[in-house]
């Protein structure tokens, strides 16, 4: 099993900048892939950005340029700094992580945390 701890959420005008960082235990030696999603009020959850094992990236369009994602291995953290926030950033941010299918495959989720940009 792995856990999963979302943190760095927050209130912040729009143009500004927050650090999302989640720390991951348990079983970490069976992720591969990670990444970070997000539901805003009556909205689906969607993706936001990925990271591979190999530090391929991958992000929605709607943050190209503005997001970045990262991991530090050493740590079982990954990060996504948040730049030029917008209202419409604003929702549940949560993180994923894959399992490598040679260790099940399983899905894992944190409890997410609350980004709020005001206009």
């Known amino acids: 099993q792995v856990q999963l701890v979302e943190s760095g959420g927050g209130l912040v005008q729009a143009g500004g900048s927050l650090r999302l960082s989640c720390v991951a235990s348990g079983s970490t030696f069976s992720i591969s892939g990670m990444g970070w999603y997000r539901q805003a009020p009556g909205k689906l959850r969607e993706l936001v950005a990925t990271?591979?094992?190999?530090?391929?990236?991958n992000y929605v369009d709607s943050v190209k340029g503005r997001f970045t994602i990262s991991r530090d291995n050493a740590k079982n953290t990954v990060y996504l700094q948040m730049n030029s926030l917008k209202p419409e950033d604003t929702a549940v941010y949560y993180c994923?992580?894959?399992?490598?299918?040679?260790?099940?495959?399983?899905?894992?989720w944190g409890k997410g945390t609350l980004v709020t940009v005001s206009s």
């Open positions: 990271i591979s094992s190999g530090d391929n990236t």
């Open positions: 994923n992580a894959e399992g490598d299918p040679y260790y099940g495959g399983m899905t894992y």
